[in-house]
């Protein structure tokens, strides 16, 4: 069983940068990928950014490409997505998820983890 905490998220104005945090427990393995998704009120659930454990491998979503970073620390307890130059668009519910090995799939129901969600505002 994996558990998955994110940080809170906030409002921030156009242009900003925000840091979310997933904390991760339980029974990880260093093949497991982690990923984020948002969803936007009246819209899908999408992955913004993947991390795969087995060779830290990284996908973006068009959309966020050049603006966001995944990462994690080296113990893999804690996954980063920093954004930067957020735009009112950004704005959405964002989720921590994760998935034991394969690729870093769009399709939400592999992920078999999720943490609770934190809401990410921009706007003046």
């Known amino acids: 069983q994996v558990q998955l905490v994110e940080s809170r998220g906030g409002l921030v104005q156009p242009g900003g940068s925000l840091r979310l945090t997933c904390s991760v427990s339980?029974?990880?393995?260093?093949?497991?990928?982690m990923a984020w998704f948002r969803q936007a009120p009246g819209k899908d659930r999408e992955l913004v950014a993947g991390?795969?454990?087995?060779?830290?491998?990284?996908y973006y979503t068009d959309s966020v490409r050049d603006r966001f970073v995944i990462s994690r620390n080296t113990a893999k307890t804690t996954v980063y997505l920093d954004l930067n130059n957020l735009k009112p668009e950004d704005t959405a519910v964002y989720y921590c998820?994760?998935?034991?090995?394969?690729?870093?799939?769009?399709?939400?129901?592999?992920?078999?983890?999720w943490g609770q969600g934190t809401q990410v505002a921009v706007s003046l």
């Open positions: 339980g029974n990880i393995f260093s093949s497991y990928v």
């Open positions: 991390v795969r454990g087995s060779d830290d491998i990284t």
């Open positions: 998820a994760a998935k034991n090995g394969g690729i870093i799939s769009r399709t939400h129901s592999l992920y078999t983890s």
